[in-house]
């Protein structure tokens, strides 16, 4: 008697809410639309720096007029900076921006591989006595260094500075530990600087060509300026059959596929002209 006093009905719809989903006794699909829509995904980076060396290469440097020898330093933020109409240009199907690209991504991935080899031979030293255990030297107030960027290359940049960082502890450390003398560890030091600067420096000079792959196959006037400027691409790059790993998407309008057909077209028409030449060459039979 005491159950026929609860309103199941109403214990059905309080549990709907709390779960947030429609229940088993309501098909999926029939209930109202949400009034809004989930907003974009944002995500928050941040790098620990320990060194001054490797802030240096984060902010970079102005050059000095009164002092030649003081050059300008060309940082992370100014990288980032550079790098965004690059790849800008790039979404908007420019083959040139592509190629720009896949420079500056190259330069990049050889300063990680030299670091790497920098690294492996002051490794080496540390381990080098079995009974002695050296930790690496470590900033007691490491600065934290907010990472903000619309694209991949800008974050390669960044883990690039951050090898380098700890590179730079690591060299100290030989150093301090008499494994390294000061003029040898300088000079380790100045190498992983000189090959993260080079990449850095990647994307200056950067000018935008303003055309797409489809006024190239068009062959419009900006094209053939573009072409007379900055000279003929590669045809692996026209097509997009070779680009950056970590460039944006070809956009669905883009025309690279024509020029794989276009390609393939070419490559077919001197096997033909040999075979007729081969055909009014031959000698006729008797």
């Given amino acids: 008697m005491a159950d026929s006093n609860i309103d199941h009905e109403a214990i059905e719809k309080v549990r709907e809410r709390i779960n947030g989903s429609p229940t088993l006794s309501e098909p999926v699909g029939t209930g109202k639309p949400f009034a809004s829509r989930p907003g974009p995904l944002r995500n928050d980076s941040s790098m620990s720096i320990k060194t001054g060396l ?7 440097r102005s050059g000095s007029k009164n002092s030649p020898d003081k050059r300008a330093v060309i940082g992370l933020v100014g990288f980032a900076r550079m790098l965004k ?3 800008e240009a790039a979404e908007r199907d420019d083959p040139y921006a592509d190629k720009r690209l896949l420079d500056i991504e190259a330069f990049i991935e050889c300063s990680f591989q030299n670091l790497r080899e920098l690294r492996a031979t002051v490794d080496k030293l540390l381990v080098s006595r079995s009974d002695v255990h050296h930790r690496l030297a470590h900033s007691l107030k490491p600065v934290q260094v907010p ?14 500075i951050n090898d ?11 150093q301090f530990v008499a494994l390294l003398t000061t003029t040898k560890a300088n000079t380790l030091i100045r190498r992983g600087n000189k090959t993260v ?24 006037a900006k094209a ?10 590669p045809p692996d790059i026209l097509d997009g059959s070779r680009r950056a ?42």
């Fill in 147 to 160: 990472l903000y960027f619309s694209n991949q290359f800008a974050f390669r940049a960044a883990y690039l």
């Fill in 54 to 60: 490797a802030q240096q290469l984060v902010f970079g």
């Fill in 164 to 174: 380098f960082d700890t590179f730079v502890c690591a060299v100290q450390t030989a």
């Fill in 224 to 233: 053939r300026a573009a072409v007379k400027r900055w000279g003929e691409l």
């Fill in 245 to 286: 790993v970590f460039g944006p998407p070809l956009p669905e309008e883009s025309l690279a596929s024509r020029f794989v057909a276009d390609t393939t077209v070419r490559a077919k028409k001197p096997r033909r002209a040999r075979r007729r030449k081969r055909k009014a060459t031959a000698p006729a039979s008797e």
């Fill in 85 to 87: 109409p690059i790849y």
């Fill in 197 to 220: 600067r080079r990449a850095l420096a990647s994307a200056t000079g950067y000018q935008c060509s303003g055309v797409s792959r489809a006024d190239i196959l068009s062959g419009t």
